[in-house]
């Protein structure tokens, strides 16, 4: 695993990455991209353990911190959802990169799950797959009180991000789509054609996996099949 910064000057951003292990055949990639504030911070051990799986598997994994999180240049408060697709589209282009794949997969989950959905959409062609796992809905956003742009009010932002949108917009998204469902939905959503799993297992967010230091197992497994 190798830590690095990537980026412009402007926007320099902390990442980590882990090579393929065994790589048969064409390069593979993965761009994993975290949730935000606590939630990220309980699930970086998951995170941590699906690069590591995914790697064993044969893929180059890139995880990182958007700007103004984490280690990550910028200060806190400097960060916006818009600019947070920024950042992933420069991530995309960095896995591509080192790892010489011709397309990424790429795995999102809670608000990272939104913000991917947003670049799949204008990237299709440098997507191969796309793993939503569980967007959070437009409402979520908008009281998480996360900046738009400085154009933009948050929550009509927030309503082009959110779970309901992507719904909405299941067509433009990849086709090789999965969305991974942990929780049960209050309002069940139709996501048209895409793939879409519900595992019985607990959050990957949650505080608790934190302090028992688990893993959702099944979740994590989930994914690195579906990559395979």
Known sequence: MTAFHFGSR????????????????KARSVLLCYPLGNEQVFAYRTMRQLAARLASGGHHVLRFDYFATGDSYG???EGDLAGWCEDIETAIDEIKEISGAATVNLAGLRLGAN?????????????NKLIL???LEAGEIASAGIPAASSEPTSKLAEDFG?????GKAQSLPAKTMVLLT??????????????????????????????????????????DWLQ
């Open 10 to 25: 402007r926007r320099r951003l902390f990442g980590y990455y882990e090579p393929a292990l065994d790589e048969t055949g």
């Open 75 to 77: 200060e806190s408060g």
């Open 115 to 127: 913000l991917a959905a947003r670049v799949a959409v204008n990237r299709r062609k440098d997507i």
């Open 133 to 135: 796992w569980e967007p």
């Open 163 to 167: 779970k309901e949108a992507i719904a």
């Open 183 to 224: 929780e049960q939905s209050r309002a069940p959503l139709d996501f048209g054609a895409l793939t879409v799993q519900n595992v019985p297992d607990m959050s990957a967010w949650d505080e608790e996996r934190l302090n028992s230091g688990s893993i959702p197992v099944e979740a994590v497994q989930r994914i690195v």
